[in-house]
């Protein structure tokens, strides 16, 4: 196999159920042999400027009580060592993408709209302990997602930290829940509603 490895996607899957969707069985149960599926090929480069995977399309040729055969349906951009229309042995784990036409409910998808939240949140580790939502802001109709209207904060965020726009990110809602989940319960509050995590580790709503 060289220097490159099929990713595990259910453990990924597992560990990000947020931000990181992989097709159900009873999805992927309908494959049959012609259909092209994608994978994930890890790999070590001694490029840094190189990402560590490559997803490529993989068409299916044998199925075998779980266990597939394919050939490379794409010329790799930076994995020299493969070539399109090489032989691929992979299992149900390795799936993250199908041709079927099928789609399922997913955490991913229910999260993927967007909420601003702070840098201290994101990035410096620190505990969400107030959220509030307000009107949502307008996003580009090309967008594939709109603002909720979600604001995320540690609690402790100056008046001259939150105008310092640097400082706050617009993400997915789902990417701050893999962080914490605490307040997913809150989410269908409606607009205007403010919740501040008391000294028992509980959102509570107040009144501003």
Do not use: Q
């Not at 560590?52 to 930076?78: Q, S």
């Not at 310092?164 to 997915?172: A, G, P, Q, R, Y």
């Not at 319960?185 to 107040?206: A, P, Q, Y």
């Amino acid at each position: 196999m060289g220097s490159w490895k099929l990713t595990d996607s259910e453990k990924l899957a597992k560990e990000n159920i947020y931000t990181f969707y992989k097709p159900s069985r009873e999805i992927l149960n309908n494959l049959k042999v012609g259909n092209i599926v994608k994978l994930t090929f890890e790999f070590e480069s001694s490029n840094p400027e190189h990402p560590g995977a490559e997803r490529m399309w993989v068409e299916i040729t044998e199925i075998n009580k779980g266990k597939f055969k394919g050939t490379l349906d794409n010329h790799p951009f930076y994995l020299h060592e493969l070539y399109a229309g090489d032989e691929i042995e992979f299992k149900y784990k390795h799936i993250i993408d199908h041709d079927l036409g099928l789609s399922e409910p997913n955490l991913v998808d229910k999260y993927y709209d967007r909420c601003f939240a702070t840098n201290k949140v994101l990035y410096e580790n620190a505990p969400i302990n107030y959220i509030y939502r307000e009107e949502p802001m307008e996003v580009d109709e090309e967008r594939d997602y709109v603002d909720t209207g979600w604001r995320i904060l540690s609690g402790d965020e100056s008046d001259e930290y939150m105008e310092d726009l640097e400082n706050i990110s617009l993400v997915s809602i789902g990417s701050v829940l893999s962080r914490d989940d605490s307040f997913i319960d809150l989410l269908d509050s409606e607009v205007g509603t403010s919740f501040e995590r008391n000294e028992n580790g509980i959102f509570e709503k107040i009144n501003e």
